[in-house]
């Protein structure tokens, strides 16, 4: 296959595991039992000011694409700089999937269980997407890359600490804000677990679309 034409395949895979990954984030959020742990931040802060999930998210993103030109230096490669509009399409698409799932809103508590269940498989699944692609990092994760490469941690270890931050730093503000916890709950908890074990699911299923995107590592 010409490269040229594998890597465009491969940039159109990313941004389709994009698009779906923002509207995995949007439908947890819509379950109403808290939001995922990447989202949470902005989430407290568009429940308490005028701008929207997705604008939140593009700030907090823009702040993660800082972080790591302030922690890598020259070995920031310059390609990276695209996470720049892979932020902004990422963050647009928050809103457009709100905007689509505005009418549903499970009522009871197990419905928001299922619903849930269901926005973790799918951002899940974007997120296998972005790594089939493996073209480049979202914000986020390339935050944590820079971090357990200064720190010489282990990328997991890294994210771990990097989800339970971000969470802690949501409810201390949605406690500052609402004086009570307002956007973060049990879901947020459940997804921090869930996702990544299925992602891991996918990737064992799903393998034939790395091996059709990096046919060099066959």
């Known amino acids: 296959m010409n490269l040229n034409v594998l890597l465009i395949k491969r940039y159109l895979v990313f941004i389709l595991g994009v698009l779906i990954n923002s509207f995995g984030i949007s439908f947890i959020t819509k379950a109403s039992l808290g939001t995922s742990p990447i989202t949470s931040v902005p989430y407290v802060f568009s429940l308490r000011f005028t701008p929207t999930l997705g604008e939140c998210s593009f700030v907090l993103n823009m702040l993660f694409i800082f972080l ?123 997804s921090a677990f869930i996702v990544g074990m299925i992602v891991r699911l996918y990737n064992k299923r799903l393998g034939f679309i790395g091996s059709y995107l990096n046919p060099q590592r066959q």
Not at 77 to 103: E, G
Not at 107 to 132: D, M, N, R, T
């Open 68 to 190: 790591q030109l302030l922690l890598l230096r020259r070995d920031f490669q310059k390609i990276q700089l695209l996470q720049i509009a892979v932020n902004f399409v990422f963050s647009w698409f928050i809103d457009v999937s709100m905007l689509l799932l505005a009418s549903f809103a499970p009522v009871s508590y197990a419905a928001k269980l299922v619903s849930l269940a269901a926005g973790c498989a799918i951002l899940a699944f974007g997120i296998s997407l972005e790594v089939y692609a493996n073209v480049l990092m979202i914000p986020g994760e390339g935050a944590v890359y820079a971090i357990s490469k200064v720190l010489n941690k282990e990328f997991g270890v890294v994210k771990a600490g990097f989800d339970i931050t971000l969470m802690l730093t949501a409810v201390t503000l949605s406690l500052l804000f609402f004086r009570g916890l307002n956007g973060i709950g049990e879901g947020t908890v459940i």
